[in-house]
């Protein structure tokens, strides 16, 4: 090493921070000490970003704009500098734009009131680096119910941080939310947290924080301990009883046979929030929390899933207890076509942005990308999609392969480009998305005074008929297909696929008018601008839209005659 970048690196870690590039001061600071931050300190001019709501629906703004978290999250044993070599040839590969990755307090606390946040640093280094964006996910009190992400002197000292206690008396293994030692140490962490990205993050690189992971209680449907019991026997809090629109009394009296479960949802909630707003007083980012679902279509007794958690029969208490946090998101490992529309079903709502953090990371999973968008979703992100060698069959793919990763790089490719625009549009027009179902069959949209069919496998030539004692396209077996579909005016719409045939029909089924393609042309957009790239019609129009594998978009003007 010269003497001149000796003197320099001496410098920087003697002042702390410069305006230097980040990727000079990743070289120059690996040998400075883990207080001292490795990015620089420059004036947070960009805008903070936030999720804003208009009309019912919604936009994570980020540079001032709407954005589109087309995405990927890191196995949970990635979240270390050793590991990201392995991560980021994955995020590359699938042509993500956002990288989601936990943070869990045993690295940043390891010793109580000792804070290290090279990790921190490290990751939002290389992701600048990568031209990525963060979605920070704080393992805190909970992970998938456990403490297991907690530092050793929180998860090992039960008696100052106390286990739920189960019907029978026995400690489950998550921590309870009834005790003030357990949220102090949470929410002091997470603060420490918090104000570091304030301090280094000139960039906004970090654009969401999860707060906790999947929490709840498993075999258990709330906390019988003494202290809880107590609670649990005495009046529901009034906010929640006006909230409801319930008439004052205890948990039993107001909500009978759901008393046990709507106590720990509201306890849980209330934890998470005053974790979730002290740490938004520091450093207001979108914060949001995730859930471990239940069934959506038949009953299941909370005793068999995480009771207490955001599941869809619970979220309009959190949304009473925890108004800090701007989203109760489902994490989705249900392969099935009918089971998938009914959990997002249950999230998409007029009070909640739709967004998936976690889906599988089995190739079926990807087609689920244009439902998740023809719902207004803020983004999808599909669990584990690095190389690090770890996979969680059956939830997702037996392999994390180069061939699973180009399953969800596929419709990347096609939205990839239009992000922006897309996510521009979903929050001012009406949108449209569905992927194929198990079955394969067609689909119908209605989009007011026209309909839109949505077929699969098919070649780009002919009608269905056509295709009796021939072969369909290779690879079609399986569901991978989809279609998006965005107003641009009462006639006029973006249309974009991946496998599928997209063709329109008069809605009203009296009308005795014929519809034609007035202009079908296909283009892409720079800069936010629609770029003509050439014309379709003829044999590629007769039959419909259809679309193949490669990344195609359309603006089509209809008309009838």
């Not at 997470?190 to 654009?207: A, C, P």
């Not at 009953?299 to 955001?310: E, K, T």
């Not at 990763?405 to 625009?421: K, Q, T």
């Not at 005074?449 to 077996?477: C, H, I």
């Amino acid at each position: 090493m010269t003497a001149d970048v000796q003197h320099l690196r001496r410098t920087v870690c003697t002042f702390g921070r410069t305006a230097l590039s980040v990727a000079v001061l990743s070289m120059l600071l690996s040998g400075c000490d883990v207080e001292k931050s490795v990015t620089p300190a420059v004036k947070n001019t960009a805008p903070i970003p936030s999720i804003v709501e208009k009309n019912g629906r919604f936009a994570l703004m980020v540079d001032g704009a709407p954005y589109l978290i087309l995405g990927t999250q890191m196995n949970n044993w990635s979240n270390y500098p050793s590991m990201l070599p392995k991560v980021w040839p994955a995020v590359e590969k699938l042509g993500a734009n956002t990288l989601i990755g936990p943070v869990a307090w045993e690295q940043i606390e390891p010793i109580e009131g000792k804070y290290d946040f090279s990790y921190v640093d490290t990751l939002i280094t290389q992701a600048r680096a990568h031209h990525v964006r963060l979605v920070l996910l704080w393992f805190g009190t909970w992970k998938n119910t456990s403490p297991s992400y907690a530092p050793d002197w929180v998860k090992g000292n039960n008696h100052r941080f106390p286990r739920i206690v189960d019907p029978k008396g026995n400690l489950t293994v998550s921590l309870s939310p009834h005790y003030q030692a357990t949220l102090d140490a949470d929410r002091k962490a997470f603060v420490k947290l918090m104000t570091h990205l304030k301090e280094v993050d000139s960039e906004r690189t970090v654009i969401m924080v999860q707060v906790e992971n999947e929490p709840g209680v498993y075999r258990s449907v709330r906390d019988h301990a003494p202290a809880a019991q107590k609670l649990f026997d005495g009046p529901v809090p009034g906010e929640l009883v006006a909230g409801m629109h319930k008439k004052p009394g205890t948990w039993k009296q107001v909500f009978g046979k759901n008393a046990d479960e709507y106590f720990h949802a509201w306890h849980m909630a209330r934890f998470i929030e005053q974790v979730a707003s002290a740490g938004h007083a520091v450093y207001p980012l979108p914060m949001f929390v995730n859930a471990a679902l239940r069934d959506p279509i038949k009953y299941q007794d909370p005793f068999n899933y995480a009771s207490g958690g955001p599941t869809w029969n619970v979220i309009d208490i959190y949304k009473i207890a925890a108004p800090t946090l701007r989203i109760e998101a489902p994490d989705i490992y249900a392969r099935d076509y009918r089971t998938f529309m009914a959990h997002i079903e249950g999230y998409a709502r007029p009070d909640n942005p739709l967004f998936v953090p976690e889906i599988g990371s089995d190739a079926p999973y990807a087609r689920y990308l244009f439902a998740v968008l023809g719902r207004h979703a803020i983004g999808f992100t599909p669990f584990g999609v690095d190389f690090t060698g770890f996979s969680n069959y059956p939830l997702g793919a037996k392999e994390v392969n180069d061939e699973i990763v180009d399953a969800f790089a596929a419709p990347y490719r096609l939205i990839g480009p239009m992000a922006r625009e897309w996510a521009k549009l979903s929050f001012e027009n009406d949108v449209w998305g569905v992927s194929e179902p198990d079955d394969h069959k067609a689909q119908t949209l209605d989009l007011g005074p026209w309909n839109a069919t949505v077929s699969y496998r098919m070649w780009q030539f002919g009608l269905e008929a056509f295709y009796k004692g021939y072969d369909r396209p290779a690879g079609s077996d399986m569901p991978t297909g989809g279609a998006l579909i965005a107003r641009l005016g009462p006639d006029e719409f973006l249309v974009a696929g991946y496998r599928a045939r997209v063709d329109f029909s008069l809605n009203d089924p009296k009308s005795k008018k014929h519809v034609m393609f007035m202009r079908v042309e296909e283009g892409h957009y720079e800069h936010g601008k629609w770029v003509f790239d050439h014309v379709w019609n003829g044999d590629a129009t007769d039959w419909g839209l259809t679309f193949l594998a490669q990344p195609q978009v359309l603006r089509v003007k209809l008309a009838t005659y």
